[in-house]
């Protein structure tokens, strides 16, 4: 067992856990944060998506003694004071969300996308979200609903 | 039994001298296989450690040397598919960091543990292959250098000792050459090759003087294709050229059907794939 620390959320955490125990595990099992999405558990479909220290990464890869210090971001870390993000509002605007599953990290995929540009061409969004499956929609809403957020963004 | 093997996180290289050599021991990096191998349960979990080499300083960074490009062992594939450096000394290296997993992979996965990992199909190793990539090593504090394609033994499996690190990359650096890197899988992104090529040439007047081509994903190891050189070396390019080298390939490739793919489609699909490269590289 092992005392990390780290910033979640903009909050410090301290937990006492496996050094080897992923960061999901730890989020949804001993922080309770099961905003966090568990699909396949083993890098392929991107519903674990957090913001690790600035960069998305698959938080079922993610051995938590390597968190010590770091700053994770979840889903529920962007909307402030009960305002949804404008990331979140576009996609529900764009009826993006069906199952909802795969959007936490869709959406902090698409946060990380517009911070490097907000004039995304097809492509640049094809490629952001490449580590991001969605099973329901077939991708085409998720591409208005990003286009639609790098827009209010811009504001 | 644990669901967990041990765990050490030395401060710098000098702390692997330490380590426990009656048990397996795992480098950790980015854990992008390890912890799916762990899922799975291919780790014998009570007779293993998993080392962390993440954060050791002397795993990191791009330097260019006087005769040659060393790229930390602990560098990520996102590091490499944008660094400069990479992509004027090791182009076709860069091309193929940029294939790797997803951008959370890429984030995270590691070029030593690419290597080390030793997988058929891992994307880095024919783009290192070509370019005659070495790599330092250190073994409980003893250091040495080998040629890259020396350590595969087989799927998976590399001849380096238990214990033993790769603590960089290092690449010849070579003027006027040029190269690039082409896979296929089942779909655009996140795939693991059904068969990838890796062509690193040098031209005179569009003659094709020098040229080093590696196959991945089909056969046991990453392979280079030395009999193929000849086919083309001070030969006009054309498709009767072409077709002959196509056929050198061939002989060279020893695919296997399997989960991923069958090896006729791989035999076939190589070709496509040499045309594919070799038109970004020449006219013809």
């Given at each position: 067992m092992k005392?990390?620390?780290?910033?979640?959320?903009?909050?410090?955490?301290?937990?006492?856990?496996?050094?080897?125990?992923?960061?999901?595990?730890?989020?949804?099992?001993?922080?309770?944060?099961?905003?966090?999405?568990?699909?396949?558990?083993?890098?392929?479909?991107?519903?674990?998506?957090?913001i690790l220290d600035g960069k998305i990464v698959n938080s079922c890869l993610v051995p938590i003694a390597q968190v010590e210090?770091?700053?994770?971001?979840?889903?529920?870390?962007?909307?402030?004071?009960?305002?949804?993000?404008?990331?979140?509002?576009?996609?529900i605007e764009e009826g993006a969300v069906q199952c909802g599953f795969c959007i936490p990290g869709m959406i902090l995929s698409t946060k990380v996308l517009l911070e490097k540009t907000l004039s995304p061409t097809d492509e640049q969004i094809r490629e952001g979200l490449s580590g991001n499956l969605c099973r329901c929609t077939g991708y085409i809403k998720i591409f208005q609903a990003v286009k639609k957020a790098a827009q209010y963004l811009k504001k | 039994m644990n669901y967990y093997p041990e765990y050490f996180q030395p401060v710098n290289l000098t702390d692997l001298a330490r380590l426990p050599s009656q048990k397996k021991i795992y480098f950790l990096a980015g854990g992008t296989d390890l912890f799916c191998y762990l899922?799975?349960?291919?780790?014998?979990?009570?007779?293993?450690?998993?080392?962390?080499?993440?954060?050791?300083?002397?795993?990191?960074?791009?330097?260019?040397?006087?005769n040659h490009l060393r790229i930390g062992a602990g560098v990520t594939f996102a590091e490499i598919s944008t660094n400069s450096l990479v992509k004027k000394w090791a182009p076709v290296l860069a091309i193929a960091a940029n294939t790797i997993g997803t951008p959370q992979i890429r984030n995270r996965a590691t070029i030593g543990g690419n290597i080390a990992n030793a997988s058929p199909a891992g994307d880095s190793l024919p783009a290192l292959a070509v370019q005659g990539a070495e790599l330092e090593l250190n073994n409980f504090g003893q250091k040495r250098i080998v040629k890259l394609l020396d350590i595969f033994i087989g799927p998976k499996k590399t001849n380096l000792a238990n214990g033993e690190l790769i603590t960089a990359v290092r690449i010849p650096k070579k003027n006027g050459w040029k190269g690039n890197f082409q896979k296929i899988g089942g779909r655009r992104s996140h795939i693991i090759s059904k068969a990838s090529i890796a062509v690193y040439l040098r031209t005179e007047n569009s003659v094709i003087k020098d040229i080093n081509i590696a196959l991945g994903a089909v056969a046991p190891t990453v392979v280079l294709a030395t009999s193929v050189a000849r086919v083309l070396i001070d030969q006009p390019i054309n498709q009767n050229t072409i077709q002959k080298a196509i056929t050198a390939l061939a002989e060279v490739a020893r695919p296997v059907d399997d989960f991923r793919s069958s090896a006729a489609y791989r035999q076939r699909v190589l070709g496509a794939l040499f045309r594919q490269a070799l038109s970004s590289l020449v006219t013809f």
């Amino acid at each position: 067992m092992k005392e990390i620390k780290f910033i979640l959320n903009d909050e410090p955490v301290v937990v006492r856990t496996e050094p080897l125990k992923t960061l999901l595990r730890v989020l949804r099992e001993d922080l309770k944060h099961t905003e966090v999405k568990a699909g396949c558990e083993q890098g392929e479909c991107g519903s674990c998506t957090v913001i690790l220290d600035g960069k998305i990464v698959n938080s079922c890869l993610v051995p938590i003694a390597q968190v010590e210090g770091s700053r994770v971001i979840t889903i529920a870390g962007l909307s402030k004071n009960g305002e949804l993000h404008p990331i979140q509002r576009a996609f529900i605007e764009e009826g993006a969300v069906q199952c909802g599953f795969c959007i936490p990290g869709m959406i902090l995929s698409t946060k990380v996308l517009l911070e490097k540009t907000l004039s995304p061409t097809d492509e640049q969004i094809r490629e952001g979200l490449s580590g991001n499956l969605c099973r329901c929609t077939g991708y085409i809403k998720i591409f208005q609903a990003v286009k639609k957020a790098a827009q209010y963004l811009k504001k | 039994m644990n669901y967990y093997p041990e765990y050490f996180q030395p401060v710098n290289l000098t702390d692997l001298a330490r380590l426990p050599s009656q048990k397996k021991i795992y480098f950790l990096a980015g854990g992008t296989d390890l912890f799916c191998y762990l899922r799975d349960g291919l780790i014998e979990t009570e007779n293993s450690i998993f080392v962390d080499v993440a954060r050791l300083q002397e795993l990191s960074g791009i330097a260019e040397e006087e005769n040659h490009l060393r790229i930390g062992a602990g560098v990520t594939f996102a590091e490499i598919s944008t660094n400069s450096l990479v992509k004027k000394w090791a182009p076709v290296l860069a091309i193929a960091a940029n294939t790797i997993g997803t951008p959370q992979i890429r984030n995270r996965a590691t070029i030593g543990g690419n290597i080390a990992n030793a997988s058929p199909a891992g994307d880095s190793l024919p783009a290192l292959a070509v370019q005659g990539a070495e790599l330092e090593l250190n073994n409980f504090g003893q250091k040495r250098i080998v040629k890259l394609l020396d350590i595969f033994i087989g799927p998976k499996k590399t001849n380096l000792a238990n214990g033993e690190l790769i603590t960089a990359v290092r690449i010849p650096k070579k003027n006027g050459w040029k190269g690039n890197f082409q896979k296929i899988g089942g779909r655009r992104s996140h795939i693991i090759s059904k068969a990838s090529i890796a062509v690193y040439l040098r031209t005179e007047n569009s003659v094709i003087k020098d040229i080093n081509i590696a196959l991945g994903a089909v056969a046991p190891t990453v392979v280079l294709a030395t009999s193929v050189a000849r086919v083309l070396i001070d030969q006009p390019i054309n498709q009767n050229t072409i077709q002959k080298a196509i056929t050198a390939l061939a002989e060279v490739a020893r695919p296997v059907d399997d989960f991923r793919s069958s090896a006729a489609y791989r035999q076939r699909v190589l070709g496509a794939l040499f045309r594919q490269a070799l038109s970004s590289l020449v006219t013809f």
